[in-house]
């Protein structure tokens, strides 16, 4: 069967898309091609740009309950449609079908926080600022916004921003990721069937000239883009250069810190969830993890190769896995295994002892998937590339240290701050790691500190580069500027 051939929607309509050819979208897990994904051409993307530019005086004007009534609908509509969703997301990008699900559900999540609004967006008033004046902060949208969503959550991410955009009174340009376009298509007609107005969302299918060609046209105010560190500095210069606001959320290096007292047993079976669902491709991901102590070394280590042992690694759609909590599946790419198995390969170099291999797996009937098994390395040093490099896999790193102060360290000296996490019962501990421990997203026995859909996400250091993290309450300051007003009135003659 002909694989579908991609369209995108621009100004409230599906169009072929103007390009330069197209690239194939695979099934990670069987290496199927299951899509074609065009390459627009910078042209393209300015159709979106200029389409969302000229929906954008109306829809500015449109009062905010009018606006958030088209994601309620959208709410409705993809919570029903989840299941579907969740299958196609995991047909392109691999992951298990109980985090495909876990992402509709975050993604749901950021849209009914969205739908409150016309209370988050209201300014600040006060009453005589001076003599028969009085002073005002309202916050006004910009115009067109884009967002760069990485192949990781080709459905969550992109809600991170979208419906605060769209509630606030500004328009949207998306580029997904063109290794993982299918979702996003299949959520946009879901947009569509809202009947949002004409050009206040557009969607471009592309690669790298694409994204590029939007986050340098004249007329976006601002792009929010997850990715790689290095592209993440690329985009930030480039906004910061033409006076556009950016958010650029990076690379991670997330560490799990055990103590003495922790509960292990449960703290492993929370560990092996955090290092290896979505094969390890997460930013909020754990990869490496740092024990307290001989006798917690020693015991995390048995207990944790011991569970990852049992991490079932096959095609999350074999009936077989679909509803596996247990599950992993590929990683993304060929490319990508290759650069994971060289990173592997450089581990073994470094001196740290592989003491749980996952090169070489095969999944029967999938032969041509990218996949990769639990990976484990001990006997870490800090400073190994192992332990400094963002693997993306799942490939886990272990350090030992003698002290809490000495883990705390090792999180302070890493170049990345995305998140980290301690497991322990004691609570001077718990509370020294969230003060000290230099990193934008804290757990205390979670895994995977990523915040609900309320709260900000996002990290520090070389992790982030914005100042105004995703979702929740204080994107909506990325969206709107401040103006300040200041009035008074004589009476009349």
Known sequence: MAATVLRNYVNGEWREAENSGYLDVENPSTGEVIAQVPLSTPAEVNGAVEAAQAAFADWSRTPVARRVSYLCQLADILAKEEEPIA??????????????????????????????????????????????????????????????????????????????????????????????PCTMQLIAEHIHA???????????????????????????????????????????????????????????????????????????????????????????????????????????????????????????LDPALVDEPNAMGPVISANARQRILGLIETGVQEGATLALDGRGIVVNGCEKGHFIGPTIFTDVKPGMRIHTTEIFGPVVVMLKVDTLEEAIAIINDHHYGNGGSIYTQNGYHARKFKLEANVGMVGINVGIPAPVAYLPFGGIKASQWADIKAQGKAVVNFFTEDKIVTERYWPED
């Not at 115009?143 to 990781?152: A, E, K, S």
């Not at 991901?285 to 917690?296: H, K, L, Q």
């Open 194 to 316: 809202t009947g949002l107005p004409a050009g206040v969302f557009n969607l471009v299918n592309g690669d790298k000239a694409a994204a590029t060609a939007l986050v340098d046209h004249p007329l976006v105010q601002g792009i929010s883009l997850v990715g790689s560190t290095a592209v993440c500095q690329q985009v930030a210069e480039r906004c910061a250069k033409n006076n556009k606001r950016f958010q650029a959320m990076g690379s991670a290096k997330n560490h799990l810190v055990v103590m003495p007292d922790a509960r292990i047993s449960e703290a492993v079976r929370n560990m092996c969830t955090s290092c290896f669902g979505c094969a390890g491709q997460r930013c909020m991901a754990a990869s490496a993890i740092v024990c307290v102590g001989d006798e917690t070394y020693r015991r995390v280590c048995d207990e944790f190769i011991a569970a990852a042992k049992e991490v079932k690694v096959g095609n999350p």
């Open 87 to 180: 299958r196609t997301l995991v047909a392109e990008m691999g992951k298990s079908m109980v985090d495909a699900r876990a992402e509709m559900k975050r993604l749901l999540e950021n849209i009914e926080t969205a739908c409150g609004m016309p209370v988050l967006q209201q300014g600040d008033k006060l009453i005589g600022a001076s003599f028969d004046i009085d002073g005002e902060v309202i916050r006004l949208p910009l115009g067109v916004f884009g967002m760069i969503p990485p192949f990781n959550f080709p459905a969550m991410v992109p809600f991170w921003f979208l419906p605060y955009a769209i509630a606030t009174g500004n328009t949207y340009v998306v580029k997904p990721s063109e290794q993982v």
